[in-house]
């Protein structure tokens, strides 16, 4: 995604560029839903996005055991199929080189699998987060189903979350999108302690859930994902250990996300427009220009960080919810600015005033202890995709 938007930016700005868009499986955006809040993205990077067909709402609900709430804002979504078609028919059609995986690459270029070279005069490393030892935190994980009810679902908006659900020892959370009269894509998500997907106890959720709506029909198809939830660690290290000479890094490979949401549209769409305005830089300078607006992401958003902390280490993890139940409480305008990772220092008091959803003695604990590296090494972890 952020490479797509990358090239599609620089179409835009400098149609007289030639541009590679390399990307190993055949689809461009692989298999994966993008979504995000009107108030998420600027007036330029609205307008990028404009060329792709999205499904979109007025309006969102959100449900917990104590809190059940309707929200204005505007929602979007974007499905990989028309990202990919919309980059195809928005590019020059030799840019684009799907089912290409790359074998390596330097500030020159890149080597495909098959033996071919690309030369270049600036290489965009995008090829997604990789797990390390310098960052911490805890996995956001979930499966999502695509599925074509037999009779109208009634579903009238999105529901982001649904916490009214058994925890199942994580955060947990059903959201559910109504993408027409008869088709709706249910995710189960869980901010959970270990990147561990059982693709058969969460389909098995998602049935559950699913029966209890009284919606039956067809599977048209699904995803799943483990998102890392960034809660500190050594950002240095990070872009020291991910770093190629000379390669410039976006998308969440550059630690350019929302650390709580794991959100990375807004920050791709960032991103493309400061590399079209930079597209003279050779490559070893755009590398810098992004390690340095990664930074300053990072700087930005470590109030975000300090919440996960706090999230994964403050409340058992069946009590979780507490948290989101309590936020959902605040004025409308704070929790778009949060999302936006745009929260003002009134926005972030008033976050934390008031009675805590977890005992202060904990909250105390967790921010003064440390969460376990951002690693995906046990055997028994499922991090496809």
């Given at each position: 995604?952020?490479?797509?938007?990358?090239?599609?930016?620089?179409?835009?700005?400098?149609?007289?560029?030639?541009?590679?868009?390399?990307?190993?499986?055949?689809?461009?955006g692989?298999?994966?839903?993008?979504?995000?809040?009107?108030?998420?993205?600027?007036?330029a990077?609205?307008?990028?996005?404009?060329?792709?067909?999205?499904?979109?709402?007025?309006?969102?609900?959100?449900?917990?055991?104590?809190?059940?709430?309707?929200?204005?804002?505007?929602?979007?979504?974007?499905?990989?199929s028309?990202?990919?078609?919309?980059?195809?028919?928005e590019?020059a059609?030799?840019?684009?080189?799907?089912?290409?995986?790359?074998?390596?690459?330097?500030?020159?270029?890149?080597?495909?699998?098959d033996?071919?070279?690309?030369?270049?005069?600036?290489?965009?490393?995008?090829?997604?987060f990789?797990?390390g030892t310098?960052?911490?935190?805890?996995?956001?994980?979930?499966?999502?189903?695509?599925?074509?009810?037999a009779?109208?679902?009634?579903?009238?908006?999105?529901?982001?979350?649904?916490?009214?659900?058994?925890q199942?020892g994580a955060?947990?959370?059903?959201y559910?999108?109504?993408?027409?009269?008869?088709e709706?894509?249910?995710?189960?998500?869980?901010?959970?302690?270990?990147?561990?997907?059982?693709?058969?106890?969460?389909?098995?959720?998602?049935?559950?859930?699913?029966?209890?709506?009284?919606?039956?029909?067809?599977?048209?198809?699904?995803?799943?994902?483990i998102?890392?939830?960034?809660?500190?660690?050594?950002?240095?290290?990070?872009?020291a250990?991910?770093?190629?000479?000379?390669?410039?890094?976006?998308?969440?490979?550059?630690?350019?996300?929302?650390?709580?949401?794991?959100?990375?549209?807004?920050h791709?769409?960032?991103?493309?427009?400061?590399?079209?305005?930079?597209?003279d830089?050779?490559?070893?300078?755009?590398?810098?220009?992004?390690?340095?607006?990664?930074?300053?992401?990072w700087?930005?958003?470590?109030?975000?960080?300090?919440?996960?902390?706090?999230?994964?280490?403050?409340?058992?993890?069946?009590?979780?919810y507490?948290?989101?139940?309590?936020?959902?409480?605040?004025?409308?305008?704070?929790i778009?600015?949060?999302?936006?990772?745009?929260?003002?220092?009134?926005?972030k008091?008033?976050?934390?005033?008031?009675?805590?959803?977890?005992?202060?003695?904990r909250a105390?604990?967790?921010?003064?202890?440390?969460?376990?590296?951002?690693?995906?090494?046990?055997?028994?972890?499922?991090?496809?995709?």
């Open positions: 995604m952020a490479g797509g938007l990358i090239a599609l930016a620089l179409r835009r700005a400098r149609p007289e560029l030639v541009v590679a868009l390399v990307e190993a499986e055949d689809v461009l692989g298999n994966h839903r993008w979504s995000w809040f009107g108030s998420d993205l600027d007036k990077a609205t307008k990028l996005l404009a060329p792709f067909r999205k499904t979109e709402w007025s309006g969102y609900d959100v449900r917990f055991p104590a809190r059940k709430r309707t929200l204005g804002a505007r929602y979007f979504s974007l499905a990989s028309d990202f990919d078609t919309a980059l195809r028919r590019l059609q030799d840019c684009i080189q799907p089912g290409s995986p790359i074998s390596a690459l330097d500030a020159c270029g890149i080597d495909l699998d033996g071919t070279r690309f030369t270049a005069r600036a290489v965009i490393d995008c090829r997604g990789v797990p310098s960052l911490r935190g805890g996995w956001q994980v979930f499966m999502g189903r695509h599925l074509r009810t009779r109208p679902h009634g579903v009238e908006r999105p529901v982001i979350m649904d916490a009214a659900v058994p199942h955060y947990r959370f059903v559910t999108l109504p993408l027409g009269a008869n709706l894509f249910v995710e189960d998500t869980y901010y959970a302690d270990e990147p561990v997907l059982d693709r058969g106890v969460l389909s098995s959720r998602i049935d559950a859930y699913c029966t209890d709506a009284g919606w039956e029909g067809e599977i048209l198809g699904g995803e799943t994902g998102l890392p939830v960034i809660t500190g660690g050594d950002f240095a290290a990070f872009q250990a991910s770093r190629t000479p000379g390669v410039a890094v976006a998308g969440a490979r550059s630690g350019m996300v929302h650390p709580l949401t794991s959100y990375t549209l807004p791709a769409a960032q991103t493309a427009q400061l590399v079209a305005e930079n597209a830089l050779a490559g070893v300078q755009l590398a810098s220009v992004l390690e340095a607006q990664a930074r300053r992401v700087r930005q958003t470590g109030f975000y960080r300090m919440l996960g902390q706090m999230l994964f280490g403050a409340a058992q993890p069946d009590n979780r507490r948290i989101f139940e309590r936020f959902y409480g605040l004025p409308e305008p704070l778009e600015r949060f999302y936006a990772a745009r929260s003002t220092l009134g926005d008091a008033r976050i934390l005033s008031g009675r805590p959803p977890v005992p202060v003695s105390v604990g967790a921010l003064l202890s440390s969460r376990e590296p951002l690693t995906a090494q046990h055997p028994k972890k499922d991090i496809s995709s």
